[in-house]
């Protein structure tokens, strides 16, 4: 029973990786009909059902008290799938979609190498057990759909504006600026209230911008981060 219960968090992560796949495939689909969605939508599906196995692994081994070595090397290669090379592949190809010099848009590729340093330091920093430093990878995949919700309704800013975005985004994930963490070890109201602040600026983000309304409740979430450091440091 014990092992099988092991394979319980590694089997929501495999799926965590296995949606990453399908997003990366939709990517380079992007107006292509799949049934009720096209590429796009199916891709950011994708990477959102992700984000929910990358939540639901972490809870089920503490859940379960089942962590291992392979575990945490499994989540980060998964995380690097799902949330690096996926959304850099979103944007490679809506920039080349949009772009008609074409090679301005390989800089999204940039992302998978700033993702990766960023999950390796994550593996080997035992001050991030309680916060984060620098942009979680997840964010950086959710930042990227909002961006994609941005263009299809406003228009393509071009690609000078893409690189900064870029630029910032790469410089984010390997920042050491401090973030606080947004998993959940349990539901208290009082413990997890700026999480919930952010899960519910999200929805109202969402609600009145659609998908682009993501993109905000990154700026949202980096900017909460910094007040709340700084005002711990005034302490």
Same mark, same amino acid.
């Given at each position: 029973?014990?092992?099988?219960?092991?394979?319980?968090?590694?089997?929501?992560?495999?799926?965590?990786?296995?949606?990453?796949?399908?997003?990366?495939?939709?990517?380079?689909?992007?107006?292509?009909?799949?049934?009720?969605?096209?590429?796009?939508?199916?891709?950011?599906?994708?990477?959102?059902?992700?984000?929910?196995?990358?939540?639901?692994?972490?809870?089920?081994?503490?859940?379960?008290?089942?962590? $291992? +070595?392979?575990?945490?090397?499994?989540?980060? %290669?998964?995380?690097?799938? =799902?949330?690096?090379?996926?959304?850099?592949?979103?944007?490679?190809?809506?920039?080349?979609?949009?772009? $008609?010099?074409?090679? +301005?848009?390989?800089?999204?590729?940039?992302?998978? +190498?700033?993702?990766?340093?960023?999950?390796?330091?994550?593996?080997?920093?035992?001050?991030?057990?309680?916060?984060?430093?620098?942009?979680?990878?997840?964010?950086?995949?959710?930042?990227?759909?909002?961006?994609?919700?941005?263009?299809?309704?406003?228009?393509?800013?071009?690609?000078?504006?893409?690189?900064?975005?870029? *630029?910032?985004?790469?410089?984010?994930?390997?920042? @050491?600026?401090?973030?606080? =963490?947004?998993?959940?070890?349990?539901?208290?109201?009082?413990?997890?209230?700026?999480?919930? *602040?952010?899960?519910?600026?999200?929805? %109202?983000?969402?609600?009145?911008?659609?998908?682009?309304?993501?993109?905000?409740?990154?700026?949202?979430?980096?900017?909460?981060?910094?007040? @709340?450091?700084?005002?711990?440091?005034?302490?």
């Amino acid at each position: 029973m014990s092992d099988f219960k092991g394979l319980i968090p590694n089997t929501i992560t495999s799926l965590n990786l296995l949606s990453g796949c399908v997003a990366i495939f939709m990517a380079f689909n992007l107006t292509a009909q799949y049934g009720p969605l096209d590429g796009a939508q199916w891709c950011m599906t994708a990477i959102g059902m992700a984000a929910v196995f990358d939540f639901l692994d972490g809870a089920s081994a503490r859940a379960l008290k089942r962590f $291992s +070595p392979i575990g945490g090397d499994l989540d980060s %290669l998964a995380d690097l799938v =799902s949330f690096g090379v996926a959304p850099a592949m979103l944007m490679l190809n809506t920039m080349l979609e949009y772009d $008609s010099l074409g090679w +301005p848009a390989f800089a999204a590729l940039l992302l998978v +190498p700033f993702g990766a340093l960023r999950l390796a330091i994550f593996n080997n920093d035992t001050e991030q057990a309680t916060y984060f430093r620098g942009l979680p990878i997840p964010a950086n995949a959710i930042f990227w759909i909002g961006m994609y919700g941005w263009i299809s309704q406003y228009g393509y800013p071009g690609w000078p504006v893409m690189w900064i975005l870029i *630029a910032l985004l790469c410089k984010g994930m390997v920042g @050491r600026f401090k973030m606080f =963490s947004l998993k959940f070890k349990n539901f208290g109201f009082h413990e997890n209230f700026i999480r919930y *602040a952010i899960i519910a600026a999200t929805v %109202l983000f969402v609600v009145l911008y659609g998908i682009a309304g993501l993109a905000w409740s990154i700026l949202l979430y980096f900017l909460l981060s910094m007040l @709340r450091q700084r005002r711990i440091g005034a302490e």
